[in-house]
């Protein structure tokens, strides 16, 4: 597999003013893949995707293409492209220019590039927008014509920053299919950004979640969802009850007070861990069947499911079902072997999975979009 | 960042050279004259003997603050009758408040006094109905009238252009939250359109208390402000040093008074014209 | 006078009656003529565009920019801004310039045409030896009023302080020539270099200040002319240009006597380019260009063949030439602290 | 809208236009007096294409408003540019209050303290006469400089600071992407700063009045020596036909913007926007 | 119940250069109900809206508020108070001063106007930050302020025009749960709008959904996703698969060529209607259980399941699942009677619930886009 290895980041690092951005991160792409960086605002996404580009030269650190070094080679030598996060669309050229743009600068042929060009509209579907002016064009055309833009000058690799950031919620699910599509039909190497998890699980081949310009865990969006490496991975793709355990014996950990089978082992006898486990994986059952047993203190419907918070001692769980409870009711719950993820205890150990109180949470995320709004 | 930060450096050498000699310079320039004597010699004679024209400067001041407030006074209302009025007649009658700032303010500040004089035309009308004739002309009247003439649209085109771009949702937040329409003007529209107001009245108050044209030709002569001052030293009393230390305390005297306007503007936005 | 008929009889320039030789030598040189205003004939209304004509005979590029006062005059002179070649200061302010090294001395040798300057108007105070100017027009103040709003012909200054033609009374806005007549009045030595006396002026014009309509200089004309104003001390020739246009005005010369003086050509030390300053002074003093000048300006010509020329209308202005003696003075110049006593004053004045 | 506000702005209308009607009445005035109208006729309009101080005044006017603005046009774009790219806060802001300062002071010190330095490098380099063309251009374009800046910078701040990225991602040279990309999206900004000092340099007269010299003057100079003396109609013929040429340009404009609304309206419609 | 109407509008139109936007709308209002407008974008939401504060007046019909007619009633004189899609904080005023300013307008005692602000910015959480400059705030603490905003004056009903809309996907989930606590601790009145459908069904008590000015249905948010009444619902309001079908009597529907029970009734015989199954709906069991079979032609992975696409003759299910089916492979599914929702055949029969492709749908949504933003 080595040998299909496209780009080779080897221990990354960048600071600004002082601050580190991206601490010692090591990476490679293999050629033909959809990988995606996943994380929050401000953890480093956006500056990774800038120092493939070439807008941006690490502190330290190598970025390898095919096996040759690029650390100052300019961006209009890469065979990189990039589509930004609001597509960056030239106003003043139209849909063709602006799609033509880069085939001109290589001095093409004009039947050559007026071939491309065609092309390209035909593959975002958008044969005869050649003349409109790109801003009376709807955000999802904007979006193709970027796209179609980058794809015209055959990149190797292109980098997509949060391309359906900008787009509603169903126009952003149908473009997802559609990138997806073109990106297989082309066979180019995706590098794409988003911190929306449910989009990354969908549509990548490999995700690596980042936090804090580290990376937390790269693998398969299974593997990721699945087997999170620690409770802010675990926390950041998808809902989580994560619970302070301890390792009693191989397959065997306590918590709630309650020991449980599992399928994890290799930790040290009498290790406190992070146990985690998904809404979806507790199953509602009769009281005498229960493993634990809590009140029901909140009931939201959410139409697949319902969302319920029950109150295992003091410990609030959240559980999805797709049958109602009443709030004030005492219910029994089940979770199999196998359904229970064992972490080592790490920095984010105890900030995330408890439900019992949203307020905490959300002042954190009031003050992280303050200090979004003051980067600006 | 090296190479940009080079680049910037570069791009900005130009200007900076420019705004350092034609810009800074000319104002050391000022003061040096204003420190010293004929012979180039330090001294703060000049600033002491200020006080001689102590009356010139308070009388510019109160002329140009009475123009500033007039000019207020009538700007506000248009501004505002005009940002509710149609696109089309806003677009129409801004033109028309531009046309004229198109041409020769010497010129029509100086067919002021055909209106104005006592044969003028003014006067001819009054005759007209056995009243007058009224001095108009060659008093204080007149130069204050010249100066809200020549600078009423400076005052109109800021406060209209911040009305016309207020966010009509904020007008409605208000009126949902109680206020009758004359409680969204005070409380609402007219703290929001402070900056532009603050704009007017710079754009307003610093050409008329530096006018000289206007006193000259609609004040007879009879009243002096700063501007006559400045103007006699550099071009007839050839008194190089007094007239700059004039301007040099007008300078003051405006930066001054600008710090404190801007202090009642919430945002410190770029000049609205 | 300009604006008159009598201003169209010379309508071309006919230059076989010209004295000098005026060859293309000098073509594409750059000359700056610093002159009062309307101190030229311009073309206006049919007289003779007397630069224009320079100009073509001799290819020399005239800049022709006015001055109001000789107050200014000396300022943009002595600004050091500008470079002018030839400037037409009063008989004082020559003596200034002279006694401050600003003008040269011309040779007179390439002026052929100095010949026609009449005896009395060399060797002048300020010029002892005629080393420095050449004189070009010359009058005296007169006071200037309106038969219709003045009852009876004023014989005093005092009649500018009289508040019966309150706000109809013009002034001077120069301190030289104001100050003069309040000296007149007060019956003080125009050029004294008393203090107290000089006060004693600035209180008088300070007292006059009630009744003015405002202070003037060349705006007089509109406001003479129009009967905005009844009364006004101006200097004898535009006084004649102003009666001409409105026949209700009538000129004295007060009784307390009044200022004479020559305005005359001047180089100043400063300029680039001698060759065509004499050139254009002589071309100036050529008897056809002077009688066009002395007819569209209308001061008293100090030219001897104008002044027996017969197409001069003016020949006969008892204004101009009076046969009965006018008491009149020269102004001298004053010394430094003098003048900055008077500028100090004068402002005062105004501010009051 | 209602009456009185109609009314109102009657009545602005009036007092900004009564000058100019005057203007245009006495134009043609039979006599060479703007005070008293004795008669129709046109000579002043003929005596205009006669007077060759006028015309003179005219074509120095035009030539230095024209370069003026463009070479202002050139730097203030080229800072601009420098001045978006500088990180350091306090250098920017420090530039940018520089900037600001030919606005904010009034006309007849900037005037005043240009005058002064040039007349004292002038005396240094022993140059008997600066005050002239040079000195014109060099103070036009200083005055005219910050509008420039101001109507650019604002631009600049709305493009997409990814254009220039997105143009050197596809292969243009940062210089390349500048010109290519950035320069055409920040046009109208150029363009506003364009007209806006090419018209205050026709206009100015308090700044030129102290930089001038005998041998270039403009029209205002000219037009403020004539206030002096005597306004003679022909100058009033002059502003006339100056008003009607920026009444019929504007309506010209406003004409064909209309249209283009109405059509890109109707296109909208057509299209089902 | 009948008492405790606040509002009611009858017979409401309104229509702008000759484009009825909202048509002949009928609709109560219970006191201190949650109750929210859910519909595409120009569907006539914040002109209904505008409608029950006043700022517009309607062509015909009555708005009656406790009984009495409101038409012509101005905003000011209304116990209504709204909170704007875009807040309309007043720049000009700190946090205390906005909050302040409705009570400063009543001409409430000082002592008042603190004690009530103080209250307020406790409820939203805002300690300590009274003297901010608003537009130092984060968006959530805009919205909070705005809130607070309205409050302050003690409204009978509170209108939120897509409070949320601008705020993140985190943000907005916790802000939910926030609204709701406010709502419910206030015991105020709030008609809500959104255009995002897990929004509407976590929060409301009831929900109205709209499309072209017409009022869809109306019900509680299990009623309308279990129970929708059209086709349009039935997708407005999650996934679903729509399927043409026969009732061929009662409880017994046929459709995807077999007959199924079912647990409707009252159609005529043989009567054309649209079937709904909700994707969660669909069991996969072995194929020897199976009623229907079917191709896998595509598997994404979410998270919390996996979207499965299956090619039944020629119909396009999607599929939730927590198991994972490989591409073309073959499987049968399940569907229990309850999970059969038949809807009589509206205008919007045959334009929703078909997965066969994406693009048509897509395309729709995209000139949807496009006239979203003409219309700003
Ligand atoms: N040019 C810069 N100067 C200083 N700090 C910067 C610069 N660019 C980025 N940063 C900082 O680096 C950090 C990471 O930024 P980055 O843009 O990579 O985040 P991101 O993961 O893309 O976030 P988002 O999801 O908000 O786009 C942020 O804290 C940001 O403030
Ligand atoms: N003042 C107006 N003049 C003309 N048309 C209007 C006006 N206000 C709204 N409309 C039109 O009425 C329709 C409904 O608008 P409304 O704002 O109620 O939609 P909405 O449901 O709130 O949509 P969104 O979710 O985009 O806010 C739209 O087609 C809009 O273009
Ligand atoms: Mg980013
Ligand atoms: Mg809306």
Chains 1, 5 share one sequence.
């Not at chain 1, 930790?267 to 985690?276: G, T």
């Amino acid at each position: 597999m080595e040998d299909n290895i496209i780009i080779d980041l080897k221990n990354i690092s960048v600071s600004f003013d002082g601050q580190t951005i991206l601490n010692n991160l090591s990476l490679y792409i293999r050629d033909k893949e959809f990988i995606t960086f996943l994380g929050p605002s401000g953890c480093g996404k956006t500056t990774t995707l800038r120092i493939i580009a070439g807008f941006l030269e690490p502190d330290s650190g190598e970025i390898i293409f095919e096996g040759k070094k690029m650390n100052g080679v300019p961006p209009h030598k890469r065979q990189v492209n990039t589509i930004f996060q609001r597509y960056a669309l030239f106003p003043h050229l139209n849909v063709y220019e602006n799609i033509a743009f880069g085939l001109r600068l290589k001095k093409a042929r004009p039947d050559e590039i007026k071939q491309t060009v065609d092309e390209m509209l035909e593959l975002v579907n958008l044969k005869g927008f050649e003349k409109r002016n790109v801003n009376s064009l709807s955000g999802g055309q904007q979006q193709r014509v970027a796209i179609a833009r980058a794809l015209a000058v055959k990149p190797r690799v292109l980098l997509l920053d949060e391309p359906l950031g900008a787009l509603d919620l169903k126009l952003r699910k149908d473009m997802q299919v559609e990138l997806k599509k073109i990106q297989q039909a082309m066979g180019i190497t995706f590098i794409y950004v988003t911190h929306d998890q449910e989009e990354a699980l969908s549509m990548s081949d490999t995700i690596v979640v980042m936090d804090n310009g580290v990376i937390q865990q790269i693998g398969t969006p299974t593997g990721i969802y699945n087997e999170p490496k620690n409770a802010f991975v675990a926390d950041f793709i998808g809902e989580s009850n994560i619970l302070d355990g301890i390792m009693r014996s191989d397959f065997n950990v306590e918590f709630a007070g309650i020991r449980f089978k599992c399928v994890d082992k290799g930790f040290a006898r009498n290790e406190l861990v992070d146990v985690v486990i998904r809404p979806e994986d507790v199953d509602v059952v009769p009281l005498e069947q229960a493993m634990l047993k809590g009140e029901v203190t909140s009931v939201t419907f959410k139409g697949v499911h319902y969302e319920i918070i029950v109150d295992i001692k003091g410990f609030k769980w959240m559980i999805q079902s797709t049958d109602f409870q009443e709030v004030g009711d005492t219910i029994g719950i089940f979770i199999k072997p196998e359904e229970i993820q064992i972490m080592k205890k790490s920095q984010y150990s105890g900030k995330f999975g408890d439900y019992s109180s949203f307020s905490e949470e959300f002042d954190e995320l009031s003050q992280l979009g303050e200090s979004e709004e003051g980067a600006e | 960042m090296n190479t940009s930060s080079r680049a910037s450096g570069l791009i900005n050498a130009p200007y900076t050279a420019w705004a350092m000699i034609f810009i800074i310079a000319p104002l050391g320039m000022v003061a040096y004259f204003a420190f010293t004597d004929r012979a180039g010699n330090f001294t703060i004679a000049n600033i002491l003997s200020l006080n001689n024209y102590l009356e010139a400067f308070l009388r510019s001041i109160l002329f140009a603050l009475i123009a500033t407030i007039i000019c207020l006074l009538i700007a506000y209302p248009l501004a505002y009758i005009l940002s509710k009025s149609k696109a089309n007649l806003q677009r129409n009658v801004i033109l028309l408040i531009m046309i004229p700032m198109w041409m020769n303010f010497l010129i029509r500040t100086y067919s002021w006094i055909t209106i104005l004089s006592n044969n003028g035309i003014i006067n001819s009308i009054l005759s007209y109905f056995g009243v007058g004739p009224l001095r108009m002309i060659n008093t204080s009247g007149a130069v204050i009238l010249g100066m809200v003439y020549n600078f009423l649209p400076y005052m109109i085109l800021p406060i209209y252009s911040i009305m016309s771009r207020l966010d009509n949702n904020l007008v409605e937040a208000a009126s949902d939250l109680g206020a009758s329409s004359s409680q969204v003007l005070r409380k609402v529209i007219f703290p929001l359109s402070l900056p532009g107001v603050i704009s007017g009245i710079t754009m307003v108050f610093v050409p008329s208390v530096s006018t000289f044209y206007i006193s000259q030709k609609l004040g007879g002569g009879k009243m002096l402000l700063i501007g006559d001052l400045i103007e006699i030293q550099f071009q007839s009393a050839y008194n190089y040093n007094l007239g700059a230390s004039l301007s040099l305390v007008l300078m003051v005297l405006i930066i001054i008074c600008m710090a404190v306007m801007n202090k009642f503007a919430y945002d410190e936005g770029e000049l609205i014209i | 006078c300009k604006g008159a008929d009598s201003g169209s009889m010379i309508e071309g320039l006919d230059t076989s009656k010209l004295i000098g030789e005026y060859t293309k030598e000098l073509a594409g040189a750059k000359l700056n003529v610093f002159n009062w205003g309307e101190y030229i004939s311009d073309g206006s209304e049919g007289s003779l565009d007397v630069n224009a004509a320079f100009e073509k005979l001799t290819g020399i590029d005239v800049n022709y920019s006015n001055y109001d006062t000789n107050e200014a005059l000396y300022t943009k002179l002595s600004g050091g801004g500008a470079s002018y070649d030839i400037i037409v200061p009063s008989d004082y302010m020559i003596e200034r310039l002279i006694n401050e090294g600003m003008v040269q001395k011309p040779d007179l040798s390439k002026i052929p045409n100095y010949k026609y300057i009449p005896e009395e108007f060399k060797n002048l105070y300020f010029d002892k030896n005629n080393e420095y100017s050449i004189p070009y027009t010359n009058g005296m103040v007169g006071l200037i009023y309106n038969k219709t709003m003045v009852e009876e012909a004023p014989k005093s200054w005092s009649s500018l302080w009289d508040s019966k033609y309150s706000g109809k009374i013009l002034m001077f806005n120069n301190s030289r020539d104001s100050f003069g007549i309040a000296l007149y009045l007060l019956g003080i030595d125009v050029n004294t270099a008393s203090q107290a006396q000089w006060e004693a002026c600035a209180e008088k014009l300070k007292e006059q200040k009630q009744y003015l309509q405002r202070y003037v200089m060349d705006e007089v004309f509109d406001l003479m002319e129009s009967g905005e104003a009844a009364l006004a001390p101006y200097y004898a020739g535009d006084c004649i240009s102003m009666i001409e246009n409105n026949p209700d005005l009538a000129l004295v010369y007060p009784n307390e006597g009044t200022n004479i003086f020559v305005d005359s050509f001047c180089i100043p030390k400063s300029t680039q380019n001698v060759e065509a300053a004499l050139l254009y002074i002589n071309f100036m003093l050529e008897p056809e260009i002077a009688l066009a000048n002395a007819e569209f300006i209308c001061y008293a010509c100090p030219h001897t063949a104008v002044l027996a020329d017969e197409r001069y209308s003016l020949r006969d202005n008892e204004a101009l030439y009076p046969k009965k003696k006018v008491k009149a003075e020269y102004f001298h110049n004053l010394d430094r602290d003098t003048l900055d006593l008077l500028a100090r004053l004068w402002e005062d004045v105004k501010l009051y | 809208m209602k009456i009185h506000s109609k009314i109102y702005m009657a009545l602005i209308m009036l007092f900004l236009y009564a000058p100019i009607i005057v203007m245009v009445v006495f134009s043609f005035n039979s006599s060479n007096s703007t005070g008293v109208m004795v008669g129709f006729s046109i000579k002043w309009y003929g005596e205009l294409f006669n007077s060759s101080s006028i015309l003179n005044a005219l074509k120095n006017t035009i030539v230095l408003a024209l370069c003026s603005s463009v070479i202002s046009v050139i730097i203030g774009t080229l800072a601009a540019v420098g001045i978006f790219m500088l990180k350091r806060k306090w250098l920017k802001s420090s530039i940018l209050t520089v900037t600001n300062i030919p606005m904010m002071n009034p006309d007849i010190v900037t005037g005043v303290s240009m005058m002064l330095l040039f007349v004292f490098v002038g005396q240094m380099l022993g140059m008997r006469e600066v005050l002239g063309f040079g000195t014109l251009l060099i103070a036009h374009i200083t005055f005219n400089l910050p509008y420039v800046i101001l109507s650019v910078l604002p631009k600049l701040r709305q493009t997409d600071p990814h254009l220039s990225e997105a143009a050197q991602d596809l292969g243009c040279t940062p210089f390349k992407a500048f010109f290519k990309v950035v320069l055409p999206t920040i046009t109208t900004g150029i363009v506003t700063g364009f007209i806006m000092a090419f018209t205050l340099s026709l206009d100015d007269f308090i700044i030129s009045y102290f930089t001038s010299g005998p041998e270039y003057q403009t029209l205002p100079i000219l037009i403020f020596s004539m206030t002096k003396r005597r306004v003679t109609p022909d100058i009033y013929a002059l502003s006339s036909l100056i008003f009607v040429v920026i009444l019929v340009l504007l309506l010209i404009m406003n004409i064909t913007q209309s249209r283009a609304e109405n059509k890109s309206k109707k296109l909208r419609t057509k299209e089902g926007y």
